[in-house]
């Protein structure tokens, strides 16, 4: 995906929808993309269903202790449980 992505880099803005598994940790695609196109600027927004997690919970699964942040931003969609 990176590759094809750093390929087609003909504009200033692009975006790429991938799977949680590709960008969570900024690791896979978004690590091979600077990689792949160290001038470009890269960030990562990920969705989350907030219904998924209690209130309390949402806030401590943004960052992992070994792993960093989860993402440059996050938009929470629904209301957690209560």
Known sequence: MAFHMAEELKTSLNF????????????GFVTRLHVRA???SVAVIKIVDASDFAEEELIPNLKHSRYGEI????????????
């Open 71 to 82: 993402a440059d931003f996050v938009y929470f969609v629904n209301e957690p449980r209560k």
């Open 16 to 27: 790429m929808i991938v799977g949680s598994f590709h960008s969570d940790y900024l690791d």
């Open 38 to 40: 160290p001038r470009s």
